[in-house]
């Protein structure tokens, strides 16, 4: 043996010895199919020893049965393009089959002329199971997360959406694949307890969010969030109750401890300056004898039924100043305009006190009038039978307003606050003051204008003919002990 033959040999022998030691399975062939090399990376994958496989046809070792022809027609078909990879199936000499990666290519001979077919594969059994059980994952989680009747979105770290299942899509009247990659903050908003729907509305919604990490290292968040709107108006109204007999309470307390108290108002003629009357405004003084508005308790009063109780403390009050002679202008409500017997309480407590009824003038709004209907007709002859006088309240803002001029026997007109606060300004308001003068004068009644906060819409009242006017620009309210010198 020559010496270039033996480093020939020892290389060879190198190489076998290097092919033998790489954890996967070399395997050539000639062109026909029949092993001429079989690695022990071979021998550990498929179970055949180097003996047992060499001289064989490489199919009937490693493709099952049902996948040898499919696997002879790709060898074929590799032969234009000397190269074939992919996953496939294969089999152990025992039988059993695991997926493999397989890579076959065609070699050349020292006379350049293709001889035989290389090929490495590696077992992915471990690698597909872990495909699979990842698949699987995402498909349970996906089936539960479709399935779960709460909206729930996942965003990455910069807050883009990545998903939004089918309840999140109903609540939000939009759909996963129109928001994918979109800013949620930008589309729906994420404020802590509202999302915003397509439509624009706001939904209330109760939400819990956390941080999580995929095994590949995919950062973001997952939010959970249910429509609380039906539970949130259910609690608001339940508070509106709770509120309502808590003030309901303090109202009856009010009533049976003598804490309620009446403020006065000035009346003045717009003409003259003098005062004319005054109208009666009740208040409640609180634990620590601080003064509470009616808009804090009248309310509660008329939700519970405390409301015609009051209504008769202020006409008993009403009737001691008009007995010493004070014109003194009353609210009522709407439920005392329907309860039976309110005249008589009027004419009762006018007799009582003394009084004579024509300084006792109630005031009714036109929401009022509206609400009792027929009631009111009956209401006003009752009170005008005992000699009581009767002003509309509001006047201007309602829709009937004309239509009780000519059937009620009203005395007074108070012109609304709105047409008076912008008079001086404001041509429309000026149109409507002197409509509503003409209109008055016209049935034989006054006018009164609420809400005068300064001295140029004062003159201009007179100017405008009104009769009457009231309103922080000429006096407050104040205790009618400080205004009237009465108790």
Request: proline share 3%; with cysteine; glycine share 10%.
């Amino acid at each position: 043996m020559s010496p270039h033959e033996g480093e020939d040999l020892r290389e060879i022998h190198l190489q076998a010895l290097l092919l033998d030691a790489v954890d996967a399975a070399i395997i050539a062939t000639d062109l026909g199919a029949v092993v001429t090399h079989w690695s022990k990376g071979a021998q550990r994958l498929y179970g055949w020893s180097r003996e047992e496989a060499v001289g064989r046809c490489v199919m009937e070792l490693t493709v099952p049965e049902s996948d040898r022809a499919r696997a002879r027609s790709t060898l074929v078909g590799m032969l234009p393009t000397g190269c074939w990879e992919g996953e496939f199936e294969v089999c152990r000499r025992d039988g059993s089959t695991f997926p493999a990666y397989v890579r076959n290519a065609l070699f050349c001979g020292l006379d350049g002329e293709r001889a035989g077919v290389v090929g490495v594969s590696v077992d992915i059994s471990r690698r597909v199971e872990t495909d699979w059980r990842r698949r699987a994952a995402r498909d349970y989680m996906r089936a539960v997360t479709d399935s779960i009747g709460d909206g729930l979105f996942t965003l990455d770290t910069a807050g883009r959406l990545i998903y939004l299942n089918p309840a999140g899509e109903r609540l939000l009247g939009r759909r996963n694949d129109e928001l994918v990659g979109q800013l949620m903050h930008d589309v729906i908003g994420t404020r802590e307890d509202v999302l915003r729907h397509r439509d624009g509305r706001e939904l209330a919604v109760e939400m819990t969010s956390s941080d999580f990490e995929t095994e590949d290292g995919v950062q973001g968040r997952v939010v959970v969030f249910r429509d609380v709107t039906e539970r949130r108006e259910r609690e608001r109204r339940l508070e509106e109750q709770l509120e309502t007999l808590a003030w309901a309470r303090r109202l009856r307390d009010a009533l049976a401890d003598d804490r309620l108290v009446l403020h006065a108002q000035p009346i003045v003629d717009v003409r003259t300056g003098a005062v004319a009357a005054h109208e009666l405004l009740v208040r409640m003084v609180d634990g620590d004898g601080g003064l509470i508005p009616p808009g804090s308790f009248l309310p509660a009063a008329e939700e519970c039924g405390l409301v015609l109780e009051l209504d008769r403390w202020v006409i008993s009050r009403a009737a001691e100043l008009a007995g010493d002679g004070h014109p003194v202008h009353v609210n009522l409500s709407a439920h005392s305009v329907a309860a039976a017997g309110i005249a008589d309480h009027f004419h009762a407590e006018a007799r009582r006190a003394s009084a004579d009824p024509s300084n006792m003038i109630v005031e009714l709004t036109e929401t009022v009038l509206l609400r009792q209907g027929p009631a009111t007709g009956a209401f006003f002859e009752g009170l005008k039978a005992t000699g009581c006088r009767l002003a509309l309240d509001d006047f201007g803002t309602g829709y009937g307003g004309f239509s009780y001029l000519k059937r009620l026997p009203v005395d007074f007109l108070k012109i609304d606050i709105e047409f008076v606060a912008d008079l001086v300004d404001d041509e429309g308001s000026r149109q409507v003051v002197r409509a509503v003068v003409g209109l008055a004068h016209g049935f034989g009644q006054r006018t009164v204008a609420e809400g005068v906060e300064d001295e140029p819409t004062l003159a201009l009242l007179g100017h405008l003919g009104v009769d009457l006017a009231q309103g922080y620009g000429i006096a407050r309210p104040a205790p009618v002990a400080e205004v009237l010198g009465a108790g």
